[in-house]
């Protein structure tokens, strides 16, 4: 039958012939996907940080960090026998940002020792915050840091510990620096991070530089696993550049770090005096110079405490 018959027909069965659909454009369905991809994203990236719990300075709790404290100085000293020295050049009292290097991964080590140093040298009145990323808050049996001091990493919450006349401890190097190689273990890298130093001068407070070696020796991290963190896009759903590959216990092979047993490694933390950054370079800083002349203060520290080490672990 031909086509005009075949419309006559339909429409004497009471029937109105299907309107001819132009298939759309290769360049239409791309971008209609792309944004439906999208909104996916922005919708799972929302629920995964709804989900993931944000602390506040309210949280520290002193009365429980002087019960805890004998326990985790134990710990502290037996597991990782750590020595943390030159806590005397952190001002006694007032705001001040402790910039260090990091190690360890997100079991934070290097933090816990530390934090023990401080809270037994100064009292635990003195209020003391730590800055983690969100990921690690929200690990199973980590939630005792917020009680310790431990906050998620935000701007803000930088600028409220300090305005309340804290001590803030910050690690400018992030995820990507905690998950370096263990053969790097003995080198600061930043990744070029400078905002910690526009916070201090917006703040007007002094920085110390805190250097820290042994944390990498926790276990065998094998590579930061930045392209894979790109393919599975973490950077928009969890703010992560890195997905870290170890060896590790009790997984043996640990993708992602979501929680290890720490080897019994010695930490060696060591406080360099505190700077005060307008009265070294001038009324207005250049936050290069600044950032050019920490690191080579921290790496020569870190050299320091590098070669008096004899073997991984066993320090």
Do not use: C
């Not at 983690?132 to 990493?153: D, E, I």
């Not at 803030?168 to 790097?184: K, T």
């Not at 130093?197 to 926790?218: C, H, M, N, S, Y």
Request: net charge negative; hydrophobic share 40%; aromatic share 8%.
């Amino acid at each position: 039958m031909a086509p005009a018959d075949t419309t006559r027909s339909a429409r004497r069965n009471g029937h109105e012939p299907a309107a001819k659909v132009d298939a759309p454009e290769p360049s239409q369905s791309r971008s209609r996907s792309t944004s439906l991809l999208d909104r996916a994203w922005r919708e799972l990236s929302g629920l995964v940080q709804r989900r993931i719990p944000r602390a506040d300075l309210d949280e520290r709790d002193p009365d429980y960090i002087r019960e805890q404290l004998p326990l985790f100085w134990l710990f502290s000293s037996i597991w990782f026998r750590g020595e943390v020295r030159g806590l005397g050049n952190i001002p006694d009292e007032g705001p001040v940002l402790l910039v260090g290097n990091h190690s360890g991964g997100n079991m934070i080590p290097d933090t816990m020792v530390f934090t023990v140093a401080f809270s037994t040298y100064f009292g635990v009145e003195r209020a003391f915050y730590q800055l983690a990323h969100n990921l690690v808050l929200s690990l199973p049996g980590l939630s005792w840091l917020r009680k310790f001091g431990t906050v998620a990493a935000s701007p803000e919450n930088a600028r409220q510990a300090l305005t309340s006349g804290a001590a803030l401890l910050v690690y400018p190097g992030g995820d990507y620096e905690v998950h370096r190689p263990s053969w790097q273990s003995d080198r600061v890298d930043f990744g070029g991070r400078k905002g910690f130093i526009r916070l201090a001068l917006e703040q007007d407070v002094p920085i110390v530089p805190v250097v820290a070696i042994g944390g990498q020796e926790t276990a065998l991290f094998l590579t930061r696993g930045e392209r894979l963190a790109r393919l599975l896009a973490l950077d928009r759903l969890l703010r992560l550049k890195v997905l870290p590959v170890s060896l590790s216990l009790p997984w043996i092979v640990n993708v992602g770090d979501f929680g290890h047993i720490p080897l019994p490694a010695k930490i060696t933390i060591e406080t360099l005096p505190a700077i005060d950054l307008r009265a070294e370079f001038g009324p207005e800083p250049d936050v290069d110079d600044v950032y050019d002349h920490l690191m080579r203060l921290m790496q020569d520290a870190l050299d320091a405490l590098a070669a008096e080490r004899r073997f991984p672990v066993l320090g």
